[in-house]
């Protein structure tokens, strides 16, 4: 590649989106109008997957194939996986920057977010897992198969359930987290198969024990979960 051609690889496509360069920015800083750097990458990235698909990058179209399968669809970028993985496709050595890069892209791509590396979007599969809860808001007791179908490893499963923000574990079942603080108490109330007061529910929830600030009181609460009893019914 020519030197502008390699800036604009690296700062397009190689790059960590939160430090990606707009065409604007690269324009800027080579002399030419953003509709002809767009024009220049276009032509970058079409020479560039063609030299992948090549015959003499086979093995390193084999190496991204097997970082893919070893990172699966999302993996904290510090654990013990992830380290392993990108060694072992970079054939022994720890990758950094720009070869890092490359090869998170050329096995995905992928993005790194938040001390995570991605390939599926968060939102798209805890919506995925919400969507398996019941009435309640009670997830299945299988809900890290939910996470596997995804293509989340098994080392991670347990730790993107966790970095769900709509899920939570509750006395060691999953439930959906989501809806005002009576439909909380609901789930509770489900999990737990016993009464509660108000206060006990509060207190698990984590939430404020103000009730001008929760609106949560146990008239309010047994009226809302004799109705849920009813609709299940």
């Known amino acids: ?43 970058a990235f079409a020479r560039l997957d063609l030299l992948l698909a090549s015959d003499s990058f086979v093995e ?12 699966g669809a999302m993996v904290p970028a510090d654990s013990r996986t992830a380290k392993e993985a990108l060694r072992s496709a970079a054939g022994g050595d720890d990758p950094d920057g720009t070869s890092r890069r490359f090869m998170l892209s050329m096995a995905g791509p992928y993005r790194e ?12 599969l805890e919506s995925l897992i ?22 989340v490893v098994e080392s991670a499963r347990a730790a993107v359930l966790a970095r769900c923000q709509k899920v939570r574990c509750v006395n060691g079942s999953y439930v959906a987290w989501r809806g005002s603080i ?11 198969k016993l009464p509660a007061t108000a206060e006990e529910l509060l207190d698990e929830m984590g939430e404020a024990r103000d009730r001008k600030s929760t609106r949560l009181n ?9 109705v849920f009893c009813l609709k299940k019914k």
């Open 60 to 71: 390193l179209s084999w190496r991204g194939e097997q970082l893919r399968a070893r990172l």
């Open 182 to 192: 009576v439909d909380k108490a609901v789930t509770l109330l489900t999990l737990r």
């Open 113 to 124: 977010v938040d001390g995570w590396i991605e390939r599926v979007e968060l939102e798209d």
């Open 130 to 151: 919400l969507s398996r809860a019941d009435a309640a808001g009670v997830l299945p007791a299988d809900v890290l198969e939910i996470v596997a179908e995804s293509g």
């Open 1 to 43: 590649f020519e030197e502008r051609d390699w800036m604009i690889l690296e700062h397009r496509r190689l790059a960590d989106p939160a430090n990606a360069r707009t065409l604007a920015e690269i324009a800027d800083k080579l002399g030419l109008t953003r509709e002809r750097v767009r024009q220049l990458q276009v032509k």
């Open 218 to 226: 146990s008239s309010h609460l047994v009226i809302s979960y004799a």
